[in-house]
């Protein structure tokens, strides 16, 4: 007997929460093989691609992938990895260490102390979070990203830690609680979780905050960051740019000391 829990747009294939699969010596293969077969026809179809499955909370891709041989009283997670076009995944890789970046909308389930949270259950991953209004673009997020690794590289982090050296250049400051005041997540609607690591820890992070997740766009309001920077529309036209104002972002964040 193998029990299936389904997450997020998952759970439309069976109108349930979870499935129990009265059969053993399965592969997943053969276990999502199955479920399309005995899927009810008013459902929405899958066709077994594009999916996180874990096994006993491990990460399939850390074991056989979908050659991965389950057992009696096995507990299989299986998570769309885009769903509804809403949870499409930005990742990306800084002198090659996976980056992964979570948009979420802060509700009553997100305390004060998520972040903590987050931190103390992936201790392998470095995690930082900050308002939505202070990341401009996926290549914004980038160029700070390369710089805060860059820096740990050299030991020249403006801080001991690389997450805060992150949110000091995100918020162009080298004062740690200026930076948590104006760019923290108690305050904001919603947020953006910065986290760095392996794949098999960002797989099971993006498990964790599948629930709150939306759409990963960019900062729209550009005035927020044009005000709190206190850049001008001259700052701006006086740059010879395709992308002015993430330059003069990047550039402040490069000279902090």
């Known amino acids: 007997m193998i029990t299936v829990n389904?997450?997020?747009?998952?759970?439309?294939?069976?109108?349930?929460?979870?499935?129990?699969?009265?059969?053993?010596n399965l592969t997943i293969q053969q276990l999502l093989e199955h479920l399309i077969e005995v899927k009810p026809k008013n459902t929405i179809d899958f066709d077994g691609k594009n999916l996180l499955i874990a096994v006993n909370g491990?990460?399939?891709?850390?074991?056989?992938?979908?050659e991965t041989k389950l057992r009696s009283n096995d507990t299989v997670?299986?998570?769309p990895i885009i769903h509804g076009g809403l949870q499409q995944r930005v990742q990306f890789k800084i002198s090659n260490q996976p980056v992964e970046l979570f948009k979420l909308k802060k509700n009553k389930n997100i305390s004060n102390f998520f972040l903590d949270s987050l931190r103390s259950n992936f201790p392998e991953l470095v995690i930082q979070a900050v308002s939505s209004d202070f990341i401009l673009s996926e290549e914004h997020i980038?160029?700070?990203?390369?710089?805060?690794?860059?820096?740990?590289?050299?030991?020249?982090?403006?801080?001991?830690?690389?997450?805060t050296d992150i949110l000091l250049?995100?918020?162009?400051?080298?004062?740690?609680?200026?930076?948590?005041?104006?760019?923290?997540?108690?305050?904001?609607?919603?947020f953006f979780v910065i986290a760095?690591?392996?794949?098999?820890?960002l797989n099971r992070l993006y498990q964790k905050v599948f629930s709150?997740?939306?759409?990963?766009?960019?900062?729209?309001?550009?005035?927020?960051?044009?005000?709190?920077?206190?850049?001008?529309?001259?700052n701006l036209i006086a740059i010879n740019s395709k992308t002015p104002l993430e330059d003069l972002l990047v550039e402040k964040a490069s000279i902090l000391i």
Request: no cysteine.
């Open 6 to 24: 389904f997450t997020g747009g998952a759970k439309k294939w069976f109108n349930l929460p979870r499935l129990i699969v009265d059969q053993n």
């Open 196 to 201: 760095i690591g392996t794949n098999l820890f």
């Open 142 to 163: 980038k160029k700070i990203l390369s710089l805060s690794i860059l820096a740990k590289k050299h030991n020249t982090l403006l801080s001991k830690k690389l997450e």
């Open 58 to 66: 491990v990460d399939s891709s850390a074991l056989g992938g979908f």
């Open 77 to 79: 997670n299986i998570i």
């Open 212 to 234: 709150n997740l939306v759409k990963p766009s960019f900062n729209r309001n550009l005035h927020v960051l044009e005000a709190y920077f206190k850049i001008s529309k001259k």
């Open 169 to 190: 250049r995100l918020a162009g400051t080298t004062q740690i609680s200026d930076a948590i005041k104006n760019l923290g997540i108690t305050d904001s609607k919603y």
